[in-house]
């Protein structure tokens, strides 16, 4: 189905119909015609089809000689859905059934017209014979701006339609017959925005092209928000809506890449939900994409998405999810022959086997991802696995080899000018100096840790940090301190959906609570 826009709300019957005016009849003769009339209580309260019947002849009180035959098919055909009688009307009107009376507010009903009438049995028949009442031009422009969505855009409209100038009168034309609707405002700058009058008529209006006529507009639609959003500086956010077009358009490889963009970003902003759609709908299109192509650019197409799901997968606790995808990480990474990112494969699948704790297995992992870094003279994934490595041989017992590690990792963090990854470091060795018994210097190593990630925004790493201070504050005899910053390091995890964090801050507030008193 086309793109949509997440709405599924209209206006009243009045209003919409309000809008629409046609050779003569005006939006104020409209207005009179349904003047105080709500049709949804009427079909949505069980009511009698003496009810309805005068209803719908309120409606069309200015019509001269309304038979009861018409008011009772119209009731029949429209089971229900005052869209049916909103737009049966409506075509009443374009097809000059019901006339405006030059002088006077009475409306002529022409019964030659009236007698040849078929009522289509749905509402999308009578939409599918609204649109085959236009002239081909009309028909063609309802039908692309379909595939730019519910809402669209003139400028995008003229950019699918082709050299051919869209004039204003038949934009006009269109809005007066109430296809579509002006906004009052417009998303960009420099072009006017429209509105589908409602969702069923815009997906009748798609369904009827041709499948290649859909594809290559939304190819087109696709370069045009590319296009329009990067003057804007806009592209991050629209780059879902992006990703579904070229999607539709069967480009699989672009709608990828901006469907990897899409999980990014939703994982920068704290919706790690949402970003594992978008780096799985990525995943799937790619999986699919010429059946896996081993060229190194498609490979890494592969390796930014799966990367950006297992960063997901921690922060959504997915902790076997995560392990399966840790391993076909250090696979792809081999495939592409690259020592980079072998290294992080390494670093990532050591921290996945820490959630489950297996400690000698992340030991090894750390081990070999080490040399892969080294290999490649990468000091950064050096630098990070060497802090991985500290709490590992923590854990095992490994007090000296422990020792040794930290003095590297910090020696190797400062060298490499790196405030995200010094931080980190901190974050790691601190918990050798909690485990040795040295809290003072483990609170101290936290503190600079938070005001380091404090300072570049890192709102994951401030969760756990605080996390990790609090409990040093309990276990110094200062619960109460300790009390403060593990209730923000909850708010935190909490904010960004991290589960994990989430556990361990509020385990950590429950011993500073029981310390308390």
Not at 250 to 273: K, M
Not at 359 to 382: F, M, T, V
């Amino acid at each position: 189905s086309p793109p949509g826009d997440g709405s599924a709300q209209r206006g009243s019957l009045r209003d919409a119909l309000e809008q629409m005016a046609l050779e003569g009849l005006q939006a104020g003769d409209l207005r009179r015609l349904l003047d105080s009339v709500d049709l949804v209580p009427v079909f949505t309260a069980h009511p009698t089809e003496a009810t309805r019947q005068t209803v719908l002849r309120k409606i069309l009180r200015n019509v001269e000689a309304l038979p009861d035959t018409l008011c009772e098919r119209i009731l029949d055909s429209a089971d229900g859905n005052p869209f049916y009688i909103e737009e049966f009307i409506q075509s009443l009107v374009d097809t000059r059934i019901i006339q405006r009376q030059r002088r006077g507010k009475s409306w002529k009903l022409d019964p030659e017209r009236l007698g040849t009438l078929e009522l289509p049995a749905t509402l999308v028949a009578l939409l599918e014979a609204r649109l085959d009442g236009l002239d081909p031009d009309q028909r063609a422009l309802v039908q692309q701006a379909s595939v730019i969505g519910r809402i669209f855009w003139r400028s995008a409209l003229q950019a699918i339609h082709g050299e051919k100038l869209i004039t204003d009168a038949v934009i006009k034309s269109l809005s007066m017959r109430g296809f579509i609707y002006p906004q009052e405002t417009s998303t960009f700058a420099d072009t006017e925005e429209y509105r589908f009058h409602h969702g069923l008529l815009r997906d009748v209006a798609y369904h009827a092209l041709f499948k290649y006529d859909r594809q290559t507009y939304h190819a087109q639609v696709a370069t045009w928000l590319i296009e329009a959003t990067r003057e804007c500086g806009r592209a991050g956010e629209f780059a879902p809506v992006i990703a579904e077009h070229y999607e539709l358009a069967g480009e699989q490889l672009l709608a990828a890449d901006w469907y990897t963009q899409s999980g990014i970003r939703a994982q920068n902003q704290g919706a790690p939900a949402q970003a594992r759609t978008f780096f799985d709908r990525a995943l799937g299109l790619l999986s699919s994409a010429s059946q896996q192509s081993q060229t190194e650019p498609d490979l890494m197409r592969r390796w930014h998405a799966l990367a950006g799901r297992d960063s997901v997968l921690v922060t959504l606790g997915d902790t076997e999810a995560r392990c399966v995808d840790d391993i076909a990480l250090i696979a792809l990474a081999e495939s592409i022959g690259n020592d980079n990112l072998l290294a992080e494969a390494y670093y990532r699948q050591g921290y996945g086997l820490e959630m489950i704790g297996k400690y000698s297995q992340e030991l090894e992992a750390y081990n070999r991802g080490l040399e892969a870094a080294r290999r490649a003279h990468d000091s950064r994934h050096e630098a990070l696995i060497l802090g991985l490595k500290v709490m590992c041989e923590v854990r095992l017992g490994a007090l000296d080899a422990a020792a040794e590690t930290c003095a590297e990792a910090l020696v190797c963090a400062e060298n490499l000018a790196d405030d995200e990854v010094l931080a980190r470091c901190l974050t790691n060795i601190s918990s050798f100096y909690t485990e040795i018994g040295d809290l003072a210097r483990s609170a101290q190593l936290l503190n600079q840790q938070l005001s380091i990630i404090h300072r570049i925004g890192n709102i994951e790493g401030e969760a756990i940090g605080l996390s990790n201070l609090g409990y040093t504050y309990t276990m110094l005899g200062k619960p109460e301190d300790g009390i403060v910053v593990l209730r923000r390091s909850i708010d935190l995890a909490r904010e960004i959906g991290h589960r994990s964090f989430y556990a361990y801050a509020s385990l950590n507030l429950a011993l500073a609570l029981l310390r308390s008193g």
